[in-house]
Protein backbone atom coordinates (compact mmCIF):
# COMPACT_ATOMS: atom_id res chain seq x y z
CA UNK A 1 0.00 0.00 0.00
CA UNK A 2 1.72 3.19 -0.95
CA UNK A 3 1.58 5.92 1.38
CA UNK A 4 1.29 9.84 -0.03
CA UNK A 5 4.09 10.21 -2.68
CA UNK A 6 5.42 13.78 -4.23
CA UNK A 7 7.30 15.11 -7.42
CA UNK A 8 9.58 16.36 -7.92
CA UNK A 9 11.60 15.38 -4.94
CA UNK A 10 13.50 18.50 -5.47
CA UNK A 11 13.27 21.68 -7.68
CA UNK A 12 15.67 24.79 -8.98
CA UNK A 13 13.49 27.82 -9.64
CA UNK A 14 14.47 31.19 -11.13
CA UNK A 15 12.66 34.43 -9.58
CA UNK A 16 9.41 35.24 -11.22
CA UNK A 17 8.72 31.42 -12.71
CA UNK A 18 5.87 29.49 -12.28
CA UNK A 19 6.20 26.15 -10.31
CA UNK A 20 3.77 23.04 -10.04
CA UNK A 21 3.97 20.18 -7.50
CA UNK A 22 2.46 16.70 -7.43
CA UNK A 23 0.88 14.29 -4.64
CA UNK A 24 -1.15 11.13 -4.45
CA UNK A 25 -2.29 10.73 -1.86
CA UNK A 26 -2.36 7.79 0.19
CA UNK A 27 -4.68 5.01 -1.06
CA UNK A 28 -8.22 5.37 0.28
CA UNK A 29 -7.71 8.93 1.30
CA UNK A 30 -9.78 11.79 -0.48
CA UNK A 31 -8.47 14.94 1.49
CA UNK A 32 -4.98 16.37 0.28
CA UNK A 33 -3.84 19.30 2.07
CA UNK A 34 -0.44 21.38 1.26
CA UNK A 35 2.02 22.97 4.00
CA UNK A 36 5.09 24.61 3.62
CA UNK A 37 8.06 24.30 5.82
CA UNK A 38 10.91 27.04 5.80
CA UNK A 39 14.11 26.00 7.27
CA UNK A 40 14.19 25.14 11.07
CA UNK A 41 9.73 26.31 11.45
CA UNK A 42 7.32 24.15 11.49
CA UNK A 43 4.48 23.36 8.22
CA UNK A 44 2.09 26.48 7.58
CA UNK A 45 -0.65 25.05 5.87
CA UNK A 46 -1.28 26.76 2.64
CA UNK A 47 -4.92 24.84 1.89
CA UNK A 48 -6.90 21.52 1.43
CA UNK A 49 -9.02 19.95 -1.77
CA UNK A 50 -11.74 17.40 -1.15
CA UNK A 51 -14.30 16.47 -3.73
CA UNK A 52 -12.01 18.91 -5.93
CA UNK A 53 -12.61 22.23 -4.05
CA UNK A 54 -10.42 24.23 -1.87
CA UNK A 55 -12.19 23.68 1.38
CA UNK A 56 -9.60 25.70 3.34
CA UNK A 57 -6.94 27.83 2.91
CA UNK A 58 -4.27 29.67 5.08
CA UNK A 59 -2.32 33.07 4.93
CA UNK A 60 -0.95 32.35 1.32
CA UNK A 61 -1.47 34.79 -1.73
CA UNK A 62 -3.18 34.00 -4.47
CA UNK A 63 0.32 33.38 -6.08
CA UNK A 64 -0.23 29.65 -4.16
CA UNK A 65 -3.15 27.37 -5.75
CA UNK A 66 -4.19 24.30 -6.56
CA UNK A 67 -5.92 21.56 -8.18
CA UNK A 68 -7.34 17.94 -7.01
CA UNK A 69 -8.49 15.62 -9.57
CA UNK A 70 -10.97 12.87 -9.83
CA UNK A 71 -8.47 10.40 -8.55
CA UNK A 72 -7.70 12.73 -5.52
CA UNK A 73 -4.12 13.56 -6.36
CA UNK A 74 -3.22 17.35 -6.26
CA UNK A 75 -1.42 19.72 -7.75
CA UNK A 76 0.01 22.86 -6.26
CA UNK A 77 0.85 25.72 -8.58
CA UNK A 78 3.34 29.01 -7.16
CA UNK A 79 3.50 31.87 -9.98
CA UNK A 80 5.97 34.73 -9.52
CA UNK A 81 7.87 32.82 -7.22
CA UNK A 82 10.05 34.21 -4.67
CA UNK A 83 13.22 33.61 -3.07
CA UNK A 84 10.91 33.63 0.12
CA UNK A 85 9.47 30.92 -1.34
CA UNK A 86 12.17 29.00 -0.74
CA UNK A 87 11.15 26.04 1.36
CA UNK A 88 10.02 22.02 1.71
CA UNK A 89 6.71 21.67 0.37
CA UNK A 90 4.78 18.94 2.35
CA UNK A 91 1.55 17.09 0.76
CA UNK A 92 -0.94 15.02 3.59
CA UNK A 93 -3.97 12.96 2.92
CA UNK A 94 -6.45 12.16 5.00
CA UNK A 95 -9.71 10.63 5.46
CA UNK A 96 -12.28 13.79 6.67
CA UNK A 97 -11.43 14.39 10.31
CA UNK A 98 -8.72 11.78 10.70
CA UNK A 99 -4.87 11.64 10.87
CA UNK A 100 -2.61 13.12 7.82
CA UNK A 101 -0.51 11.17 6.29
CA UNK A 102 2.69 12.77 5.21
CA UNK A 103 4.48 12.89 2.07
CA UNK A 104 8.37 12.89 1.57
CA UNK A 105 8.05 16.82 0.50
CA UNK A 106 9.31 18.56 -2.81
CA UNK A 107 12.39 20.58 -1.56
CA UNK A 108 11.90 24.25 -3.83
CA UNK A 109 14.83 26.60 -4.24
CA UNK A 110 14.37 29.62 -5.66
CA UNK A 111 17.21 31.25 -7.01
CA UNK B 1 -5.26 33.23 16.18
CA UNK B 2 -4.57 29.64 17.09
CA UNK B 3 -1.06 29.17 17.97
CA UNK B 4 1.21 26.05 19.48
CA UNK B 5 4.20 26.59 21.34
CA UNK B 6 7.14 24.30 21.79
CA UNK B 7 9.28 25.44 24.49
CA UNK B 8 12.37 23.55 23.98
CA UNK B 9 14.40 24.57 20.70
CA UNK B 10 16.81 21.87 21.09
CA UNK B 11 17.31 19.16 23.90
CA UNK B 12 20.54 17.09 24.25
CA UNK B 13 20.24 13.57 26.07
CA UNK B 14 22.20 10.82 26.98
CA UNK B 15 20.63 7.32 26.33
CA UNK B 16 18.56 5.69 29.20
CA UNK B 17 17.73 9.65 30.08
CA UNK B 18 14.20 10.35 30.35
CA UNK B 19 12.65 13.03 27.75
CA UNK B 20 9.79 15.41 28.61
CA UNK B 21 9.36 18.08 25.60
CA UNK B 22 6.17 20.60 26.31
CA UNK B 23 3.71 21.68 23.90
CA UNK B 24 1.56 24.64 24.70
CA UNK B 25 -1.70 25.35 22.04
CA UNK B 26 -3.97 28.82 22.66
CA UNK B 27 -7.64 28.05 21.43
CA UNK B 28 -10.20 27.90 24.00
CA UNK B 29 -12.42 25.01 22.06
CA UNK B 30 -12.42 21.80 21.09
CA UNK B 31 -9.06 20.36 19.43
CA UNK B 32 -7.35 17.44 18.36
CA UNK B 33 -3.43 17.20 19.17
CA UNK B 34 -0.82 15.19 17.64
CA UNK B 35 2.72 14.92 17.58
CA UNK B 36 4.45 13.85 14.59
CA UNK B 37 8.35 12.96 14.19
CA UNK B 38 10.57 13.79 11.38
CA UNK B 39 13.48 11.29 11.29
CA UNK B 40 16.83 12.79 9.29
CA UNK B 41 15.78 12.28 6.00
CA UNK B 42 12.34 10.75 6.01
CA UNK B 43 9.27 12.08 6.30
CA UNK B 44 6.55 13.59 9.08
CA UNK B 45 5.30 10.38 10.56
CA UNK B 46 2.54 10.55 13.48
CA UNK B 47 3.53 9.41 17.05
CA UNK B 48 0.31 9.54 18.73
CA UNK B 49 -2.92 11.70 19.02
CA UNK B 50 -5.47 12.65 20.97
CA UNK B 51 -9.43 13.24 19.82
CA UNK B 52 -11.16 12.56 23.32
CA UNK B 53 -11.49 9.89 26.47
CA UNK B 54 -8.19 8.95 28.35
CA UNK B 55 -5.92 12.00 28.50
CA UNK B 56 -3.50 9.86 28.69
CA UNK B 57 -2.24 8.68 25.39
CA UNK B 58 0.49 6.18 24.45
CA UNK B 59 2.31 6.29 21.09
CA UNK B 60 4.41 4.02 18.58
CA UNK B 61 8.11 3.71 20.08
CA UNK B 62 7.12 3.87 24.05
CA UNK B 63 5.96 7.53 23.39
CA UNK B 64 3.19 8.94 25.67
CA UNK B 65 1.46 12.11 26.06
CA UNK B 66 -0.96 13.65 28.60
CA UNK B 67 -3.92 16.56 27.74
CA UNK B 68 -4.20 18.61 30.23
CA UNK B 69 -7.04 20.91 29.24
CA UNK B 70 -7.07 23.25 32.22
CA UNK B 71 -3.13 24.10 31.20
CA UNK B 72 -3.45 23.58 27.86
CA UNK B 73 -0.87 21.21 27.12
CA UNK B 74 0.14 18.44 25.35
CA UNK B 75 3.62 17.15 26.77
CA UNK B 76 5.60 14.28 25.48
CA UNK B 77 6.98 11.75 27.43
CA UNK B 78 9.15 8.64 27.27
CA UNK B 79 11.11 7.17 30.20
CA UNK B 80 13.95 5.81 28.56
CA UNK B 81 15.67 7.82 24.96
CA UNK B 82 17.43 5.92 22.73
CA UNK B 83 19.85 6.61 20.40
CA UNK B 84 17.33 6.25 17.42
CA UNK B 85 15.03 8.65 19.14
CA UNK B 86 17.58 10.96 17.22
CA UNK B 87 14.79 13.61 15.32
CA UNK B 88 12.47 16.33 14.87
CA UNK B 89 9.37 16.39 17.11
CA UNK B 90 6.54 18.49 16.36
CA UNK B 91 3.40 18.83 17.74
CA UNK B 92 0.06 20.02 16.24
CA UNK B 93 -3.71 20.75 17.14
CA UNK B 94 -6.68 21.27 14.69
CA UNK B 95 -9.69 22.45 15.40
CA UNK B 96 -11.98 19.98 15.67
CA UNK B 97 -14.04 19.77 12.39
CA UNK B 98 -11.73 21.61 10.12
CA UNK B 99 -8.55 19.33 9.70
CA UNK B 100 -6.36 22.31 9.13
CA UNK B 101 -2.95 21.35 11.14
CA UNK B 102 -1.22 23.98 12.97
CA UNK B 103 2.38 23.06 14.08
CA UNK B 104 4.58 24.16 16.81
CA UNK B 105 7.94 25.10 15.63
CA UNK B 106 9.68 21.80 16.88
CA UNK B 107 11.93 20.50 19.03
CA UNK B 108 15.29 18.84 17.87
CA UNK B 109 16.55 16.09 20.55
CA UNK B 110 19.64 14.64 19.89
CA UNK B 111 20.20 11.49 22.24
CA UNK B 112 24.18 10.37 22.37
CA UNK B 113 25.06 6.72 23.23
Known amino acids: DAGVTQSPTHLIKTRGQQVTLRCSPK?????VSWYQQALGQGPQFIFQ???????QRGNFPDRFSGHQFPNYSSELNVNALLLGDSALYLC??????????FGQGTRLTVV | AQSVSQHNHHVILSEAASLELGCNYS??????LFWYVQYPGQHLQLLLKYFSGDPLVKGIKGFEAEFIKSKFSFNLRKPSVQWSDTAEYFC???????????FGTGTRLQVFP
Open chain 1, 92 to 101: ASSLVSTEAF
Open chain 2, 92 to 102: AVNIRNTDKLI
Open chain 2, 27 to 32: YGGTVN
Open chain 1, 49 to 55: YYEEEER
Open chain 1, 27 to 31: SGHDT
